[in-house]
């Protein structure tokens, strides 16, 4: 059969409205969550670079990966911890402190503290040393207390860094693009 200019057309497929709603409802979903963790990204990263900040944060929480096993079994090496700076630190908070020189920092948890002309010293230990750590922590070089432990992220996020990470992140924003692309088509 021959088609001809007036052949009537094949009606148009319809699609289900509750799965295209659900479709739209996910891909908001996702860009809300994206567009959250972008602003976030760049407001460490600013702090990084424009503020100069040791330790960046967002509303006054950092998060900040665990580099070795001085906390374990509490805090493993590649977790992350959020911590928040306080007004005021006990014996038994876990704190992350800048060392002196402003070029890394400790998480440990406070174990006394004294108070020497008008300024306030902690002691601190990692739980899985021996030893108390040698030199007292001012109040001053402390950044804040770990507020939440998520285990085996930090690792993540580091390896995010690397170059293959990096293809991750692109090939993860060129899927998006394309799943906006098939909801609307």
Known sequence: MKATLNAPLSPPVRQNKALLWVKRVALGIVFAVLLF???????LAADRVIAKSTIPSVFGFSPLTVLTGSMEPEIYPGDMVVIHRESD????????????????????????????????????????????????????????KVVLVIPGLGTFLEWLKTPSGIFLILLFACIVVAAVYVVKA
Do not use: C, M, W
């Not at 963790?37 to 407001?43: D, E, T």
């Not at 174990?111 to 002309?117: G, H, I, K, L, P």
């Not at 899985?128 to 030199?135: H, L, P």
């Open 37 to 43: 963790l972008l602003f976030i990204f760049s407001v």
């Open 89 to 144: 630190y006990a014996v038994g908070d876990t704190v992350t402190y800048v060392v002196s020189g402003g070029t890394s920092s400790v998480t440990h948890k406070i174990v006394r503290e004294y108070v020497q002309d008008g300024v306030t010293y902690y002691i601190t230990k990692g739980t899985n040393n021996n030893t108390e750590d040698a030199v007292p922590v001012a109040k001053s070089q402390v950044a804040g």
